[in-house]
């Protein structure tokens, strides 16, 4: 098991906002990810997105050959990925390098929570999908 230091206060407000836009639903909702409310293609990847009020679940799916350095970071403008992540593994290895120099690599059956700062890619042949519960609001959109 990997633990990466996030301050508990960044979880638990990331969290309790969600839960808050949940608790005021006046109706039980089921989405699925073959119908996304929105879709975001981008090189050697997608992202799907289901929306409940002011909570998104992504599913992204990143083909072999995908790094966010080369395929994300031209289109984001950033040093490294900025968004923090909370995700299932399904299918595939993801490695991850933190900016602090640590690396890692996560496979499917695992969670994983990534703060801001790391740079990702697929290791091997089949492709990486994860289901993001945190990070994927503003994920491979460009800077506004």
């Known amino acids: 098991m990997f633990v990466y230091p996030i301050p508990i206060s960044t979880i638990v407000v990331r969290l309790i906002s969600g839960v808050e836009s949940l608790s005021n639903m006046a109706k039980a909702k089921v989405k699925k990810f073959g119908a996304p409310d ?22 992204a799916t990143f083909e072999p050959g995908w790094k966010w350095s080369k395929h994300l970071k031209p289109m984001v ?7 923090p992540h909370f995700q299932y593994h399904i299918t ?7 900016d602090d120099g640590t690396e890692f690599d996560i496979g499917p059956g695992e969670v994983s929570m990534l703060p801001p700062g790391h740079d990702a890619w697929v290791v091997g042949v089949e492709p990486v999908t994860v289901v993001d519960f945190q990070g994927m609001v503003d994920y491979a959109r460009g800077k506004k």
Do not use: D, I, W, Y
């Open 38 to 59: 929105e879709t975001r293609k981008f090189e050697k990847g997608k992202l799907q997105l289901v929306k409940f009020g002011g909570a998104a679940v992504g599913r």
């Open 77 to 83: 403008k950033t040093k490294s990925c900025e968004a």
């Open 92 to 98: 595939g290895v993801l490695h991850v390098k933190m």
